[in-house]
């Protein structure tokens, strides 16, 4: 059968860029569908966000929300063209009445069966489709803790995977493919480079935040995309839990004595412990983290938050690491 696109669909895509669609993906448990390239998105989370700037779609964003730190400099032409929602989590009426033709989320906790910003079927209802990064719902019970359980280590190729199907929903694969080669390339470089230094007792813990600085801190549970990293550069993780993020005790991170300490840099405020400043004047001051090895030699790294969820940032983290790898060699 023969299809009759709109005049302004043609206009603004070549054919080529029109041949996947109309496009069903399975996402999450659902299926995405899309009759062509959607013309205004909506991006709730930060790595969406910045995927789709890197892929040149920033002309049909209607929107964007969640940010932990500000958007990475070689974007900040495309961002300051796309209205800011809201800085941290929208509400569902602010996201529809940009009316998108496409809602993308990092996270599921955003949109999904316990969403806070809304649920699919509500989307649905109003003929919105929603795509949620496979790399927040593959292997992963998000009905169990804070952010969610792993069922099975992080596995990068759902990244890749995010990367591709957001890149054929807009029309735009081969850039998606190009981007895809470009982060396999850091990827290589930054496991060979780390895993060069012959490090073999090498540990660490990454903190991200805490709801209060008395309290057990959020750390990188033993499945999730840190551990994922500092696997991939011969980093061992202390913590073992199964979740996300879990709270973990001072003390039993002090038994465990890391060779480095990882801490998010972020641009976020809902916690006190969001300002990597008051991470570090903690971990000096308190009697049971300032006798801890990493924290006496300074073998502390800071990395932008975003860099310790999947997306872009996750190789910016990985050569930042690798750096920081090279001077705890002999």
């Given amino acids: 059968m023969t299809r009759i696109l709109p005049l302004a669909l043609l206009a603004l895509f070549p054919a080529a860029a029109l041949a996947d669609h109309p496009l069903t993906i399975e996402n999450c448990g659902r299926t995405v569908t899309l009759a062509e390239p959607p013309a205004n998105v909506v991006s709730i989370g930060q790595s969406t966000t910045e995927i789709l700037y890197a892929l040149g779609a920033e002309d049909r964003m209607a929107g964007t929300a969640l940010w932990f730190n500000a958007v990475l400099p070689r974007h900040a032409d495309a961002d300051a063209g796309v209205p800011r929602i809201a800085d941290n989590m929208p509400s569902f009426e602010s996201v529809v009445n940009r ?28 003929g919105i489709p929603v795509y949620v990064m496979p790399t927040d719902c593959a292997a992963k019970d998000n009905t169990v ?39 396999r390339a850091r990827q290589a470089a ?36 840190p551990a994922w990293m500092l696997d991939q550069l011969g980093l061992r993780n202390v913590v073992q839990s199964d979740e996300e ?23 976020r405020r809902r916690f006190p412990a969001d300002d990597h400043e008051a991470k570090l004047d903690f971990l000096r001051s308190d009697p049971v983290t300032s006798r801890m090895t990493a924290v006496r030699e300074d073998r502390i790294v800071i990395l ?27």
Avoid: K
């Avoid at 969610?148 to 998606?176: H, K, N, P, W």
């Avoid at 993020?245 to 641009?267: L, N």
């Avoid at 932008?304 to 002999?330: I, N, Q, S, V, Y």
């Fill in 99 to 126: 009316r998108p033709g496409l809602v993308v989320t990092m996270f599921e906790w955003m949109i999904g069966a316990q969403g806070v910003v809304g649920r699919p079927e509500q989307f649905a209802d109003l």
């Fill in 304 to 330: 932008d938050a975003e860099a310790m969820h999947a997306g872009l940032r996750m190789f910016d983290g990985l050569e930042a690491l690798t750096e920081a790898m090279a001077g705890l060699a002999p």
């Fill in 245 to 267: 993020w879990p709270t973990v005790g001072w003390e039993s991170i002090a038994r465990a004595d890391p060779s480095v300490i990882v801490i998010a840099r972020m641009d």
């Fill in 190 to 225: 930054a496991v060979d480079r780390a895993r060069g230094l012959d490090l073999p007792d090498a540990s660490a813990v990454v903190w991200f935040s805490s709801a209060h600085l008395e309290v057990d801190p959020y750390v990188a549970g033993a499945r999730g995309i």
């Fill in 145 to 183: 803790g804070a952010d969610g359980t792993r069922e099975a280590d992080f596995d990068i190729e759902t990244l890749y995977a995010s990367v591709d199907q957001m890149a054929r929903m807009m029309g735009l694969g081969d850039r998606g493919r190009a981007l895809q080669a470009d982060l």
